[in-house]
Antibody, heavy 118, light 111 residues
């Protein structure tokens, strides 16, 4: 059974850093396109970043230069390193799997809440 | 302001049919497959439709998708109270600002 479990969220001050993890089971992270999608409180979904099976990475303009997506194949885990956090980064962050390279969000984790506030 | 435009809300009675539209451009819907997601209150999104009109295993055939030009539509027949949720369309985008874009979401109320 495919399972995605995000951890690492919490309360962080503006300008701070946080690393989110997404532990995967039931499939191999490195063989899939893996994304981070966020949802601000009461708002819609916003795509944040993707890492292709081949290792290429892409980011939304809103996080480019501040966030870094990566994976640890030995731990079958996806990461999102978030630096220079802003209040507008406050959201639930979901990791999502795309096994075919065509549809983001074939499977989703339960999400982890990041709150950026002083 | 989302790249893909959806109506903020739709409503219908149990047993009825409802459609949700998703309007984009040639840089996204016009040249890519569209997906649809259901988000029940307090839960993660769930894939309902992929590649415009295909349903993942376990999704009932009450849910359907279609695409024409730069617009897509989600249809739900035989509405149930359990269908009350937010629905999002999504697709790839060839613009420079984001690789994947979502619609703003549509709140479905089953009266």
């Amino acid at each position: 059974e495919v399972q995605l479990v995000e951890t690492g969220g919490g309360l962080i001050q503006p300008g701070g850093s946080l690393r989110l993890s997404c532990a995967a089971s039931g499939f191999t992270v490195s063989s899939n396109y893996m994304s981070w999608v966020r949802q601000a409180p009461g708002k819609g979904l916003e795509w944040v970043s993707v890492i292709y099976s081949g290792g290429s990475t892409y980011y939304a303009d809103s996080v480019k230069g501040r966030f870094t997506i990566s994976r640890d194949n030995s731990k079958n885990t996806l990461y999102l390193q978030m630096n220079s956090l802003r209040a507008e980064d406050t959201a639930v962050y979901y990791c999502a799997r795309d096994p075919f390279g065509a549809t983001i969000g074939w499977n989703w984790g339960q999400g982890t809440l990041v709150t950026v506030s002083s | 302001q989302s790249v893909l435009t959806q109506p903020p809300s739709v409503s219908a009675a149990p047993g009825q049919k409802v459609t949700i539209s998703c309007s984009g451009s040639s840089s996204n819907i016009g040249n890519n497959y569209v997906s649809w997601y259901q988000q029940l209150p307090g839960t993660a999104p769930k894939l309902l439709i992929y590649e415009n009109n295909k349903r993942p295993s376990g999704i009932p055939d009450r849910f359907s998708g279609s695409k024409s030009g730069t617009s897509a539509t989600l249809g739900i027949t035989g509405l149930q109270t359990g269908d009350e949720a937010d629905y999002y369309c999504g697709t790839w985008d060839s613009s420079l600002s984001a690789l994947w874009v979502f619609g703003g979401g549509t709140k479905l109320t089953v009266l």
